[in-house]
Structures are given as structure tokens and as C-alpha cells.
């Protein structure tokens, strides 16, 4: 998680623990001597905890509030790990530096040996034993009780143990947790079994635990109170500073970098527990347990309110970088998530990936999604077909499979795949897609059309859940997406001579975002010799006036196209002038006769002159337009048709 988030994590969760320990070490001293000496620990260590937002609290923060999944999410928590890290290792430094200065040198450098070792040993030990159990665990079965005994008692040992070797016991079981290897089987089953059991059982009767203990009416000392309240309030602002300023140093948006902030400036159950530990042992008194407690409690409900308040969920897949086609080197690896339903659809998604040019120059990855509805099971499930589980459940995507493993295999050095399975509820399929799309980074999402044809132009498939589902998808996908309107098989057959098979693409050239990014796509495909590119671009008329941005960046990539021109024999772009949207749509037919493949883009102005009398006849929105236009049934020769929309959520400042 850290490496993949990379610089912004290192930098905010470094500066959120520096600076909040700096402040806090220089400010602690002088407020001592406000308070009587026998509150003077207990104040001490409320400043030290107000220094730090453990690990878990903004973990549960994140699942609370459903953006765990999101660009934001993954940030708090890269960011919130890295200070845990950090902190910790600050920490287990200090306690072995005094136990060097009360013991003896050399017996400080055999506790730092001890410590490393007995964590190393238990990290690879476990990390080995987890991947051993998710290779005895049948695909799509969840894993067996006795494992998950056998590691809830290994959990109270590495706190034991870590506890033992001077260090907070807490984090046993956190370094234990982190090589827990994310998602199905093992890491579901263990958030499904012990969710209940803590968040259910444990965690409530801590908390009431915590609030008998805290007696409100019992506070005297007024003058206490102040003092210990501006020590929260201040330390609840340094907390929020220290966070903010590496966030926007980092160009997050302002929006997320205040929700980010505010994120990992929460306080939680761990706080609780440090309290009412420090309670027991009498280094807090009453009034100052209760007025604590009850910041903590404020806090967990006045930070999901702002969160909520200031973040756009309606983005929450977006990223902060750009996560599409034409922004990918051409020679670097191209990722693309391939969905599919049934087998033709895996079918039409390997022959469209076939003429993508698949090389070791130009390489792409596969990420093969099996879309398959919950039935008979009371939870979703995602299985990762590459973990070497037994089969069961993944049978029944076996044969989609075979064919991305057979794709692989044909193309080896230039293809790698990855296949999954995602067994959900149909109204939350889009979320899969989108959450693996997001995780692997990829550039494109390949989505089947909800409607097939027979060859005499006959509907015979048309599934409004699938419809639903790509229109969800082309809301929320945290980079470009396009629907596969898949007509017929690739022809076999050559127009020339001498010439391997031959694949014809034609590209439909209004202008535009989508436009540009299905040109980009395009042009990938046209380095192929196998690939033949026809890119018509229609216009009404020259503006002699100022251009637009829009129409600078347009005219950009057809210059560029233009010297691929000249330089490959493959490659035609010519231009064509339309009077309206009927005329548009005849000459659009048109390209049906010569073509295998006809890439479109999705969105266009509104009020382009181009498109006038054609958006309101519109059967399918989510093809735009011009893709409506070549997915109708009465077409003279069926042509298969893939529709682009270029990543639509970009939080760049």
C-alpha cells in the first residue's frame, strides 16, 4: 500500500508525526506547571496522545464512511500506516535507548537484536503459513474454523511476545495483520468472522466500560477544565495543520486535502483504551479521564459529519493522476480490465486485445473480470484465480478463463493476464469493476453492450441489468471505459493480397475528449502491420476566428496523425464536410462497408451543429450519438462498434 501510493504517504505521514511531536515536546513543560503536580503526568501524556491518530481509527473511519475503496481512502491509509511505522519505530528506539542508559550499553544492543530477529521471524513465519492456508482453501469457499482459531490465538501471542520484548503490545498484532494477504479468502473470512465478534461484541461493552467510568457531574476544578480543554483543542489544530500543509504541498485539492486531514486527525477506540489504561494505573484522575473521553466522543461525531459535508462520493474513484490512453507512453505497458458475462464476450474482448498491437515493445495487461450474479450465498466474493487455490467455485468460470490463459500463451512476453471472478448482487457489480480498475491501475475498461444480434440483424439477448450496470460504470470508473458492441466474428478473409489477415478500423473524428482518447487508442492499434486505420474527420466548416482550447488540442493530435501518415503505409486520414446531423449519420453508414471496427467517441457538445437533429432520437445513451448511430439492428452490414469515454474523475489541481 505504501509503495504503490508512494511520495505523498512518506511525506504527509512523516511531517504528521514530526510536527505534532515537535509542538508537543515544547509546549508540554510549560502547561506542567500550570496544573498541580499531582496532574502533571496525567496532562503529559494527554499532550502525548494528541500527538499521533493510530493506524485502526482511521481504518475504521475509512469503512465507516464507504470510501476504504476510494483514491482519498487509500492515501489516509498509506499515509496513516507510514506515521504508524514511524512512530513506532521512534518509539521502540527510545525504550531501548533508556534501557541502555539504565543497563549497560551492550544490553541495549541485545534488545534492538532480540526485537528485530523475533519480528522477522514472525513475519516471514506468517507470511508463508497465510499463503499456505489460502492454497489448502477451495475457490470461492471461505476458509476452514480451525484456521481461523489457530490465528486468533496467534494474535494474543505476538502481543505477548512484542509486550514482553518492551515495546506497546498493540503492535504485534498489527504487523501481524499487515502480512495478512488482502481480500478472498483468508482476509474476507477473517473481517467476516471477527468483525462481528469485536465490532459487535467487544467494542460496545468497551465503550459503555469507558462511559460508567466518566462521571460529567462529578467535574469541580473549572479552572482544570480550560487548561485541559485548550490542550485538546490545540492538539485536535496541530493534528489538522500537520496533516494539511504536506497535503496541499502535495497538490491535493483543497477539498480532499481538508477531508484528508480531517481524516487522520480523528480519535477512536485506541484512545479510549490508552485512557482508561492510564485510569487504572491513576496517572489520570476522574475529572481528567471524563473530560477526555468525552473529546473522543465529540470527535467520532463531529468528523464523520464533516467528511461527509466536504467529500464528493460521486468521485470517490477519482484519482490523482491521469488514468487513460492517450496519456500512456506508447511504449509502456498498456493495463486494461476485460469484463465479461458469457463466453462471447470474453471472445469479443480477446479479438479487440488481439489487434491492440500486443508486443515486448508495447505490452499490455490483462485483467480478466468474470461478472457473475450472487445466488445462494449470503456474501460477495471476489476470487483472484492466480492464487493456486483448489477448484470449486471458479469452475464455472473456467472456460472464460482458459481463454485469456490461451490468449496469454499466444502472445508470451507481450501479454500478461490475471483472471477474477466477482460474485455480487447485480445493483453493485459496477462497484467491483470499478474497485479492481482502481486497485490495478488500469487504463481502460473493456465492457460488453447489453444487447446481441443475429446476422439478420434479430435481437436475440437484450438484459436491462447489464445496461444498468455500464451506465454505472461509465459514472463512477476511475479511468476510461469502453462498450464493446460486438456485431459479428473478425473476418479471416484479406482485400489483400499477399497480406497476413487483415483488420480494418475506422474512427469517427468530431472533436473532443472522448474523441481524442478513441483516436489515441486507435493509433495504438494501427502499429500493428496487421492493422489497417481509416480516421475521417467531419466538420461543418473552418473557423476563421480565435480557436478554442478544445480545438487546439484537437488539431494537435491530427498533426500527429498526419506524420504517422506519412510514415506508415497502414494509416489514411482524410476529411469530409458535412451539412448536418442527417447528413452526418448517412456518411457514417457509410464507413460500415469498409470497416471490421468503428472506435467513436461518446460525449460531444450539445449544441454542436454537427450532431443537430440526431441526440433526439437517441435509443442508447451510454453510446452517445454516434454509437447509436452504428449500434442499430436495420444496418446493411453489421459492423462491430467500441465506444469511448476517456477517464471522466480527475482530482488534478
Not at 3 to 18: C, E, L
Not at 498 to 508: D, E, F, K
Request: glycine content about 6%.
Amino acid at each position: 500500500m505504501v509503495t504503490k501510493t508512494g511520495k505523498k504517504a512518506w511525506t504527509i505521514g512523516f511531517v504528521s508525526v514530526v510536527l505534532p511531536v515537535v509542538v508537543g515536546m515544547s509546549f508540554s513543560p510549560p502547561v506542567a506547571q500550570m496544573v498541580t503536580w499531582s496532574r502533571t503526568p496525567g496532562i503529559r501524556f494527554v499532550i502525548a496522545t494528541q500527538t499521533l491518530t493510530p493506524f485502526p481509527v482511521v481504518a475504521r473511519l475509512l469503512i465507516d464512511l464507504h470510501i476504504m475503496n476510494s483514491e482519498l481512502g487509500h492515501l489516509a491509509l498509506a499515509s496513516a500506516l507510514v506515521r504508524e511505522l514511524v512512530s513506532g519505530a521512534i518509539t521502540t528506539f527510545m525504550t531501548y535507548v533508556r534501557v541502555g542508559f539504565m543497563g549497560s550499553f551492550w544490553i541495549g544492543i541485545q534488545a534492538v537484536l532480540l526485537f528485530l530477529g523475533s519480528v522477522s521471524a514472525m513475519g516471514i513465519a506468517s507470511r508463508k503459513s497465510f499463503w499456505w492456508i489460502i492454497r489448502q482453501t477451495p475457490e470461492g469457499k471461505p476458509v476452514k474454523s480451525t484456521y481461523i482459531v489457530l490465528i486468533s490465538v496467534a494474535v494474543f501471542f505476538s502481543a505477548v511476545v512484542i509486550d514482553n520484548l518492551g515495546v506497546l503490545f498493540y503492535l504485534g498484532p498489527l504487523m501481524l495483520g499487515l502480512a495478512v494477504p488482502d481480500g478472498p479468502p483468508l482476509g474476507s473470512t477473517l473481517e467476516e468472522r471477527l468483525d462481528t465478534l469485536v465490532s459487535g461484541l467487544f467494542a460496545p461493552l468497551f465503550l459503555s466500560y469507558c462511559g460508567l467510568h466518566s462521571d460529567l457531574l462529578g467535574i469541580r476544578d473549572l479552572k482544570y477544565q480550560v487548561i485541559l480543554w485548550t490542550v485538546l483543542v490545540a492538539g485536535a489544530g496541530v493534528k489538522f495543520t500537520s496533516n494539511f500543509i504536506p497535503a496541499m504541498f502535495c497538490r491535493i485539492p483543497l477539498r480532499d486535502a481538508t477531508a484528508l486531514s480531517l481524516i487522520l486527525s480523528a480519535q477512536g477506540i485506541v484512545e479510549m483504551a490508552s485512557y482508561l489504561t492510564y485510569k487504572e494505573n491513576d496517572t489520570l484522575d476522574g475529572q481528567t479521564f471524563s473530560g477526555v473521553t468525552s473529546s473522543v466522543f465529540l470527535s467520532s461525531i463531529i468528523i464523520p459529519i464533516l467528511v461527509q459535508s466536504i467529500y464528493d462520493y460521486s468521485r470517490r474513484y477519482g484519482g490523482y493522476q491521469k488514468r487513460n490512453i492517450l496519456h500512456t507512453h506508447e511504449n509502456s505497458e498498456l493495463r486494461i480490465l476485460a469484463c465479461a458475462h458469457r463466453p462471447e464476450d470474453a471472445m469479443a474482448a480477446i479479438k479487440l486485445l488481439e489487434a491492440s498491437n500486443p508486443s515486448k515493445e508495447t505490452p499490455i495487461a490483462v485483467y480478466a473480470l468474470h461478472l457473475m450474479e450472487l445466488v445462494g450465498r449470503a456474501t460477495p466474493i471476489l476470487i483472484n484465480h492466480q492464487l493456486g487455490q483448489k477448484s470449486g467455485l471458479g469452475s464455472r468460470s473456467l472456460p472464460i478463463t482458459k481463454l485469456f490463459q490461451h490468449l496469454e500463451f499466444q502472445y508470451s512476453g507481450s501479454v500478461v493476464t490475471q483472471a477474477f471472478t466477482a460474485v455480487s448482487l447485480t445493483k453493485f457489480m459496477h462497484e467491483d469493476i470499478c474497485s479492481l480498475a482502481f486497485e490495478k491501475l488500469t487504463s481502460l475498461i473493456i465492457l460488453p453492450f447489453h444487447r446481441k444480434w443475429n446476422s439478420q440483424g434479430n435481437v436475440v439477448f437484450d438484459s436491462d441489468i447489464w445496461r444498468n450496470i455500464n451506465r454505472h460504470v461509465l459514472q463512477l470508473a476511475p479511468c476510461s471505459v469502453a462498450i464493446l458492441v460486438d456485431r459479428r466474428r473478425i473476418q479471416q478473409t484479406s482485400a489483400h493480397p499477399g497480406l497476413p489477415t487483415v483488420y480494418r478500423v475506422g474512427v469517427v473524428f468530431l472533436g473532443g475528449d472522448d474523441d481524442r482518447e478513441a483516436l489515441a487508442y486507435a493509433k495504438r492499434m494501427a502499429r500493428s502491420p496487421n492493422v489497417f486505420l481509416t480516421v475521417v474527420r467531419f466538420f461543418l466548416f473552418e473557423s476563421p476566428g480565435e480557436r478554442s482550447w478544445e480545438e487546439i488540442l484537437d488539431m494537435e493530435i491530427l498533426k500527429e496523425l498526419r506524420i504517422q501518415c506519412s510514415e506508415s503505409e497502414n494509416v489514411y486520414f482524410r476529411e469530409e464536410k458535412v451539412e448536418d446531423g442527417p447528413d452526418l449519420a448517412l456518411k457514417v453508414h457509410a464507413m460500415e462497408d469498409d470497416q471490421d471496427l468503428v472506435v467513436v467517441g461518446r460525449r460531444h457538445s450539445q449544441d454542436s451543429p454537427l450532431l443537430s437533429g440526431l441526440t433526439g432520437w437517441v435509443e442508447f445513451p451510454e453510446l452517445g450519438p454516434v454509437g447509436d448511430i452504428l449500434a442499430e439492428a436495420d444496418v446493411q452490414r453489421p459492423v462491430s462498434v467500441l465506444v469511448v469515454q476517456r477517464q471522466l474523475h480527475m482530482k488534478i489541481k
